[in-house]
């Protein structure tokens, strides 16, 4: 065990109070606490001087964070008549008498405990007051403690950042100069390989920056140290891949399909339209998939309406024809049942269509009847992977809106038992420079095109005072027999005043009287069937719905959708939701109604919305303005933390990291049994981990 797996309440500092802190945090030993790197840096390496030049030049370019040099004098408290609200004053004077005026807000301790003898370093922002320029709310420091680069923390496990630095030090101080002798999850001659530094040493310089590195490197993340670090972390996830892949890969398929003119037939009397071009394609290398020898790991993507779904329904066909069973995944209840009704419209009087959620009743029955063979198709939630579901002849499993589900829970599926044919499905196109990462080895394939006679979908921006008029749109729609969504972002009201369904709903049901249903999360399973059997047939007009509606839901009858709050939601998730209409000739609008309060960026994100309707666009944009945090399906892929300053970098090693993963795995492939590889990765993974 290396000195950085000793506990954090080792270090001199951390009683039992902060060890208990700490370790809520994460924290538990030396390693983790030194894996917590710093989120800014202060460049305090040298002071500017108080030259009345000097300061109106800084102040002029906008430069905001100063460090200043001197004694403080004159530090006192200012009384303003703002109640919770308090000011100190003082200035600082260096050696040739030269001063700057210093103001704090909300730091009164300041005016008691400054001792005006000391030379100190005042880190702060400088800016132009009524009278005189001034410094900002400063950061007091000790010039032999601070001078140099400064890392800053913020706050972990109630410490702050001065508590923090001082941990730190206490940890780097006690880990001594040995970088290995913290574990590092990348074998050495990989490092060496690849140019970069063992952890312990990236860790140190990132804690510790060298007074000659580069500011803008550390701001960027573009330092070797942070280099090293990223390509960790890829390199860690990459392995999770590569031995999900090989396990996937590496095997052969018990099963067969049969391929010839009669199922020919049958596909040909069950598709109920032709398909487009670039449907056939897809189907043609998905069923090259199935004909051969290793499992399919394929990846469905196109944009949300194209038809997917039939895609799939056809690859289901050939296998239940071939006397194999097929599982469709969906990531909600509705759509798993959704998907069951339309697959039974579709196989009508040839194959029954069973559904397993947790709202059925009979989910014993339908996990009995799958693991005797006597159902072949089944669609369902991730209970169909929790629950202890056998089946007798899985073949193909159907992985609905992908993204939703963890790499874990995909390859749940995958690992049933046999070896089933895996396809998965996703309207929501991660970016390209990204789909490595995260789809490693999938294949692609992509379906670009839309179905025929799709009429247009026009997308307006409305301020929530102009809803009167989004409310007159869906009358309009609803008399001349069409179908409206009204999506909101909540069912309740909160503190920061978004539009909800119980409050602004109102507003709808009474201008648009009884036609009109409300679907949320907490609607009933058995209310939602008949909720949305009404809606398609006329039956209600308008649905007042939460976010549940967002993925899967196909109504064609449905040509207008409100999305209320609009400013609440990402790029990729209002393309979503927009999806819902447009699925016929009619075309469809898209009224977005956002606060009329909202910032200029969240402005420009509606406009890019409004003027593009690919998915791809706005994905690439999503990464782009809001970081990875936002993009739909990297929630779940180890990005979604990552600054896009990170991601940029990143981006640059995802090969290598890659490469290397996959190499790695496939020598421990060939040196030892399947146990022992899986103990070798577990080993990497866990130590990646925190
Ligand atoms: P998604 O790719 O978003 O899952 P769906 O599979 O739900 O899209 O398909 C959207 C709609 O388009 C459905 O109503 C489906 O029946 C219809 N559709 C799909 N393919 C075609 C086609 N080739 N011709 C006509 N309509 C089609
Ligand atoms: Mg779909």
Same mark, same amino acid.
């Given at each position: ?253 018990? $099963? %067969?399909?049969?391929?010839?003119? *009669? /199922?020919?037939?049958?596909? =040909?009397?069950?598709? @109920?339209?032709? +398909? ?126 992908? $993204? %939703?589900?963890?790499?874990?829970? *995909? /390859?749940?599926?995958?690992? =049933?038992?046999?070896? @089933?044919?895996? +396809? ?146 990402? +790029? ?119």
């Amino acid at each position: 065990m290396g000195c950085s797996q000793r506990s954090v309440g080792s270090l001199p500092g951390v009683g039992p109070k902060r060890l208990t802190a700490l370790e809520a945090a994460g924290v538990f030993t030396v390693a983790d606490l030194l894996k917590r790197v710093p989120k800014r840096y202060s460049d305090r390496r040298s002071s500017l001087p108080l030259d009345p030049v000097a300061l109106k030049t800084v102040v002029a370019s906008g430069n905001s964070e100063v460090t200043v040099e001197g004694r403080l004098q004159r530090v006192r408290r200012i009384f303003t008549r703002r109640p919770g609200f308090n000011l100190v004053q003082g200035e600082v004077i260096d050696g040739d008498g030269r001063t700057l005026r210093c103001i704090w807000f909300n730091r009164p301790y300041l005016a008691k405990s400054v001792d005006e003898s000391k030379l100190v370093l005042l880190t702060g922002q400088l800016r132009q007051g009524r009278s005189s320029i001034e410094l900002m709310n400063a950061d007091i420091s000790d010039p032999a403690a601070a001078r140099g680069i400064q890392p800053q923390y913020g706050s972990l496990g109630g410490l702050g950042d001065k508590a923090l630095r001082r941990l730190m030090a206490a940890a780097l101080d006690a880990l001594g100069e040995e970088p290995r002798l913290i574990d590092d999850p990348v074998p050495p001659e990989l490092l060496s390989k690849r140019g970069l530094h063992p952890l312990g040493q990236a860790l140190r310089e990132l804690h510790r920056p060298a007074d000659d590195t580069d500011i803008l490197d550390l701001v960027n993340a573009t330092t070797t140290a942070h280099q090293r670090l990223i390509y960790g972390e890829l390199f860690a996830m990459q392995l999770e891949m590569a031995k999900a892949s090989l396990a996937i890969r590496g095997r052969r398929k018990p $099963h %067969r399909y049969v391929i010839d003119d *009669r /199922l020919r037939a049958t596909t =040909k009397a069950v598709l @109920p339209f032709r +398909l487009t071009g670039a449907q056939r394609r897809c189907l043609g290398e998905i069923v090259a998939d199935m004909n051969s020898a290793t499992p399919m790991l394929r990846l469905l993507q196109g944009d949300v309406g194209c038809g997917k779904t039939i895609v799939a329904a056809m690859a289901a066909l050939v296998a239940v024809e071939s006397d194999l069973q097929v599982a469709f995944l969906s990531p909600t209840e509705m759509l798993a049942e959704q998907l069951a009704e339309s697959l039974e419209g579709l196989f009508e009087g040839r194959h029954e269509v069973g559904l397993l959620t947790s709202s059925v009743e009979d989910r014993l029955t339908v996990s009995d009847r799958l693991s005797k063979g006597e159902l072949k198709l089944v669609s369902g939630t991730h209970a169909l992977i929790q629950d202890a579901v056998g089946f007798d002849r899985l073949g193909l499993v159907v992985i609905d809106e992908q $993204h %939703r589900f963890g790499v874990k829970q *995909r /390859l749940g599926m995958a690992a =049933k038992g046999t070896v @089933p044919d895996l +396809l998965l499905m996703t309207a929501t196109p991660i970016p390209r420079s990204l789909a490595l990462a995260v789809f490693g080895d999938l294949s692609l394939s992509t379906i670009d095109e839309l179905p025929p006679g799709r009429g247009i979908v026009q997308t307006e921006l409305l301020e929530d005072s102009q809803r009167a008029e989004a409310i007159r749109i869906v009358q309009q729609a609803v008399v001349a027999g069409g179908r409206a969504f009204v999506v909101f972002p909540r069912i309740d009201n909160d503190d920061a005043g978004a539009a909800s369904l119980s409050e602004q709903g109102v507003l709808y049901r009474k201008a648009l009287g009884t036609s009109v249903g409300e679907l949320t999360g907490r609607t009933e399973a058995s209310e939602r069937k008949r909720l949305l059997d009404d809606f398609r047939g006329g039956e209600i007009s308008v649905l007042l719905a939460t976010t549940v509606i967002e993925v899967g839901i196909d109504v064609p009858e449905a040509t207008v959708i409100v999305i209320e709050g609009a400013d609440r939601f990402g +790029l990729s998730q209002l393309h979503q939701l927009r999806g819902r209409v447009g699925r016929s000739s009619r075309g469809g609008r898209c009224l977005a109604v956002h606060s009329s309060s909202c910032s200029p960026e969240t402005l420009h994100r509606l406009s890019d919305f409004a003027s593009t309707a690919d998915g791809f666009a706005l994905a690439e944009l999503d990464l782009k303005t809001r970081g990875p945090g936002n993009l739909m399906g990297l929630e779940q892929s180890g990005f979604s933390q990552w600054t896009p300053a990170r991601l940029a970098s990143a981006v640059q090693w995802l090969e290598a990291a890659r490469e290397d993963a996959f190499a790695f795995v496939e020598a421990l492939e060939t040196t030892s049994s399947t146990r022992q590889r899986d103990l070798g990765v577990a080993k990497i993974l866990g130590m990646a981990g925190g």
